[in-house]
């Protein structure tokens, strides 16, 4: 069992910057894929983020590619999504999750067996 717990989302101006946080306990999420969702107001939720156990691969969906970049500390067993440059159409929840994914398979929410109850990023001068 993974308890995952986000953190630093928040109110932002256009081009401005954010790191979320997502933190586990119960088992090291290095032995996880790590992926990252959000999910907009009357809109379905979508992949925004991956990051493989071991070696660590890193995936992003094309809208954040060059903006977002996913991490993990092993030592604090923490996931973090940096993200600069945000858009107002970046604003949503987003979440983190973690689970056995396989790369064909780590865009899809279902891979995931593990969801963290999300942070609101909003994205407004």
């Known amino acids: 069992q993974v308890q995952l717990v986000e953190s630093g989302g928040g109110l932002v101006q256009p081009g401005g910057s954010l790191r979320l946080s997502c933190a586990a306990s119960?088992?090291?999420?290095?032995?996880?894929?790590t992926g990252w969702f959000r999910q907009a107001p009357g809109k379905e939720r979508e992949f925004v983020s991956a990051i493989k156990s071991g070696g660590g691969s890193t995936y992003y969906t094309n809208s954040v590619k060059g903006r977002f970049a996913i991490s993990r500390d092993n030592a604090k067993n923490t996931v973090y999504l940096q993200m600069n440059n945000l858009k107002p159409e970046d604003t949503a929840d987003y979440y983190c999750?973690?689970?056995?994914?396989?790369?064909?398979?780590?865009?899809?929410?279902?891979?995931?067996?593990?969801w963290g109850q999300g942070t609101q990023v909003t994205v407004s001068s």
């Open positions: 999750a973690a689970g056995r994914a396989i790369t064909s398979s780590l865009t899809s929410a279902s891979a995931y067996n593990y």
């Open positions: 119960g088992r090291a999420l290095r032995d996880y894929t």
